[in-house]
T-cell receptor, first 110, second 114 residues
Framework: SQQGEEDPQALSIQEGENATMNCSYK?????LQWYRQNSGRGLVHLIL?????REKHSGRLRVTLDTSKKSSSLLITASRAADTASYFC??????????FGDGTTLTVKP | DTEVTQTPKHLVMGMTNKKSLKCEQH?????MYWYKQKAKKPPELMFV???????INESVPSRFSPECPNSSLLNLHLHALQPEDSALYLC?????????????FGDGTRLSIL
């Protein structure tokens, strides 16, 4: 089974609104990463949060991690049409191996 | 443009053909990865090379054969594939495979098996 499960599976919002997507995982992790994938392209690394961190920011992105609940959230503020993509969380439990969640498909309408 | 280059971008092959996918990076990364991604699914890890040695093989069928000729190149040799092998094949690299390291992805090769 997937280490990471994300919800919602799909999210549609208007430009300027905030988008929140969640990732839950089953086993203890060393760190958690978020990636974006535009249609027909490879994945782009967005942000990494370590297991001893609770929150990280990068531009319009805010990631939280709750290891007691085995969950993470990605918040995109003031969304833009260019944010339309699939977003994946990836957990690292063993060296060199990342397991990806099922992903959230975000559509931002102009 | 991505820093990991994959060729070809598209490949159509019959089940009896032999072909190879190629991946190249010049970032000095010492870990390289192959993933398989089906439509609307997450990437699934296939192989990991660390310092040019195969370190992880996720029980991939032998019709997929990886090769790492040097630290910048990664190949995936294909032979006698099945229709269910049609997918996007992604290559990635990272500074090393010690974890907590972001991976840099290419744009993939879209493979169709007839």
């Amino acid at each position: 089974s997937q280490q990471g499960e994300e919800d919602p599976q799909a999210l549609s919002i208007q430009e300027g609104e905030n988008a929140t997507m969640n990732c839950s995982y089953k086993t203890s992790i060393n760190n958690l990463q978020w990636y974006r994938q535009n249609s027909g392209r490879g994945l782009v690394h967005l942000i990494l949060i370590r297991s001893n961190e609770r929150e990280k920011h990068s531009g319009r992105l805010r990631v939280t991690l709750d290891t007691s609940k085995k969950s993470s959230s990605l918040l995109i503020t003031a969304s833009r049409a260019a944010d339309t993509a699939s977003y994946f969380c990836a957990t690292d439990t063993n060296a060199g191996k990342s397991t990806f969640g099922d992903g959230t498909t975000l559509t931002v309408k102009p | 443009d991505t820093e990991v280059t994959q060729t070809p971008k598209h490949l159509v092959m019959g089940m009896t053909n032999k072909k190879s996918l190629k991946c190249e990076q010049h970032m000095g990364h010492r870990a390289m990865y192959w993933y398989k991604q089906k439509a609307k699914k997450p990437p699934e890890l296939m192989f990991v090379y660390s310092y040019e040695k195969l370190s992880i093989n996720e029980s991939v069928p032998s019709r997929f054969s990886p090769e790492c000729p040097n630290s910048s190149l990664l190949n995936l040799h294909l032979h006698a594939l099945q229709p269910e092998d049609s997918a996007l094949y992604l290559c990635a690299s990272s500074q090393d495979s010690a974890g907590a390291i972001p991976q840099h992805f290419g744009d993939g090769t879209r493979l169709s098996i007839l």
